[in-house]
Nanobody, 123 residues
Framework: QVQLVESGGGLVQAGGSLRLSCAASGRTFSSYAMGWVRQAPGKEREFVGRIWRSGDMPYYADSVKGRFTISRDNAKNTVYLQMNSLTPEDTAVYYC????????????????WGQGTQVTVSS
């Protein structure tokens, strides 16, 4: 069992930056790939990206590539999402999630989810 708690969301102007954090409970954090998923009002969940168990092999959706960076600190049981050059289209609830699977590139592969943190980008 893994419990995830996101933090760091808020209101930011277009062009600004935010860093989200996701703290995980349990001693098996390093056994999971970690991903970020977002959901805008009235839209389906969108896979943002994921980082592998060892902290390498980051993968990003085309919509955020070059602007967002995922990192993790296994000693602190925490994964981060650094978001730069934000646009109003990035407004959404952002969720972190833990994946036991072999690719972890789809939302259905994720086993545990946080409660989400709201990110709002004003124009």
């Amino acid at each position: 069992q893994v419990q995830l708690v996101e933090s760091g969301g808020g209101l930011v102007q277009a062009g600004g930056s935010l860093r989200l954090s996701c703290a995980a409970s349990g001693r098996t954090f390093s056994s999971y790939a970690m991903g970020w998923v977002r959901q805008a009002p009235g839209k389906e969940r969108e896979f943002v990206g994921r980082i592998w168990r060892s902290g390498d092999m980051p993968y990003y959706a085309d919509s955020v590539k070059g602007r967002f960076t995922i990192s993790r600190d296994n000693a602190k049981n925490t994964v981060y999402l650094q978001m730069n050059s934000l646009t109003p289209e990035d407004t959404a609830v952002y969720y972190c999630a833990a994946c036991w699977g072999s690719s972890c590139l789809h939302t259905y592969e994720y086993n545990y989810w946080g409660q989400g943190t709201q990110v709002t980008v004003s124009s």
